[in-house]
């Protein structure tokens, strides 16, 4: 398995951009899907983002279309998430998720490997 961490949650003002990052340790990372899902208080885990493993097939939740960008890094074992034109909704606890998988998956049960999540609080 994939060992992960997230970071760059934090407090933001609604309208404005958080980046997180999640940085991957462990086996080839480059072999991995990578997702983005959170959670917020009382609620099931959602997903976000995904990615597939080469960066060149990405899917979005509709929630968050058009202002989200998910990318990743091999050479860093990195992926990103960028967060533009913030909502209270978006207000949650994200985590970054490795499959092992060719396809892009959207379903967290099929994920292997989970960080341990970063708070992001949009304050309207």
């Known amino acids: 398995q994939v060992q992960l961490v997230e970071s760059g949650g934090g407090l933001v003002q609604a309208g404005g951009s958080l980046r997180l990052s999640c940085a991957a340790s462990?086996?080839?990372?480059?072999?991995?899907?990578m997702g983005w899902f959170r959670q917020a208080p009382g609620k099931e885990r959602e997903f976000v983002a995904a990615?597939?493993?080469?960066?060149?097939?990405?899917t979005y939740a509709d929630s968050v279309k058009g202002r989200f960008t998910i990318s990743r890094d091999n050479a860093k074992n990195m992926v990103y998430l960028q967060m533009n034109s913030l909502k209270s909704e978006d207000t949650a606890v994200y985590y970054c998720?490795?499959?092992?998988?060719?396809?892009?998956?959207?379903?967290?049960?099929?994920?292997?490997?989970w960080g341990q999540g970063t708070q992001v609080t949009v304050s309207s």
């Open positions: 990615i597939s493993r080469s960066g060149g097939a990405t």
């Open positions: 462990g086996r080839t990372f480059s072999m991995y899907s």
């Open positions: 998720a490795a499959n092992s998988r060719i396809v892009v998956i959207t379903t967290p049960y099929e994920y292997d490997s």
